[in-house]
């Protein structure tokens, strides 16, 4: 499937068949993932798969969408907040494959560094906001990536996040940004209502 159309046929899907998602599609969606860019190549999205009829049964007490456990796989999409702290390595890791060649962010410890300055004092509100930037790209390839394997997928964000977490048996270092639920759609929704490209195209200049 040509990207272009992934991106038109991409559905919010909220009801799935019950038949089983093969592992190496699963794994396809992760990968999917794992290529996303991010800033400074912090790549600080981590994957929770949870797919037992025992943890679904679980994630029914985390969420009031009953959509989302009765998907057979949902992947909890979280960021390691301690990511945040690898901006060093992942700079001299970029510099070393060549990433910043004939630019400024080539020279290590000149201005180009204040990326880095910025980002050891950001506060850790600013710091989530922006791995949860970074993970929204990750989470929205294997959408797209589960379009083309001819899965359905919704990004869920209305369930409890400390109950999740409980379930997921993640530490405090993990924050569980998003549910995706995922399997063989049992629904084939028309196209969701876009504003017009009118009032999204403010201007050009
Ligand atoms: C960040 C984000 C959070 C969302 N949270 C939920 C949610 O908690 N529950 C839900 O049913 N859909 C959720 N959605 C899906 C949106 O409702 C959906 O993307 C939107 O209505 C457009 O429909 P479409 O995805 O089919 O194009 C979320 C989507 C995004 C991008």
Not at 2 to 13: G, N, P, T, W
Request: aromatic letters at 6%; hydrophobic letters at 35%; a negative charge.
């Amino acid at each position: 499937m040509e990207v272009l159309e992934a991106i038109q046929s991409r559905r919010s899907i909220r009801k799935f068949k019950p038949d089983a998602v093969p592992q190496d599609y699963i794994t396809e969606l992760i990968e999917a993932g794992r290529l996303a860019p991010s800033g400074t190549n912090l790549q600080p999205t981590r994957y929770v798969v949870i797919k037992s009829e025992d943890s679904r049964e679980k994630l029914k007490e985390c969420t009031p969408l009953p959509f989302v456990p009765a998907a057979p796989v949902v992947i909890a999409c979280c960021i390691d907040t301690k990511s945040i702290n690898s901006t060093g390595d992942r700079m001299k890791e970029l510099r070393e494959a060549q990433a910043f060649v004939n630019t400024p962010l080539n020279e290590d410890n000149n201005d180009s560094d204040s990326y880095n300055k910025r980002r050891s004092t950001m506060d850790e509100t600013a710091a989530k906001a922006y791995l949860s930037l970074n993970a929204a790209i990750a989470i929205d390839h294997i959408t797209l990536r589960a379009t083309d394997l001819g899965l359905g997928s919704c990004w869920v964000m209305m369930f409890d996040k400390s109950k999740v977490k409980d379930l997921l048996g993640l530490d405090d270092r993990y924050e569980v940004l998003a549910l995706l639920p995922i399997g063989y759609p049992d629904q084939s929704p028309a196209q969701r209502p876009r504003l017009d490209i009118k009032e999204v195209l403010l201007k050009e200049i």
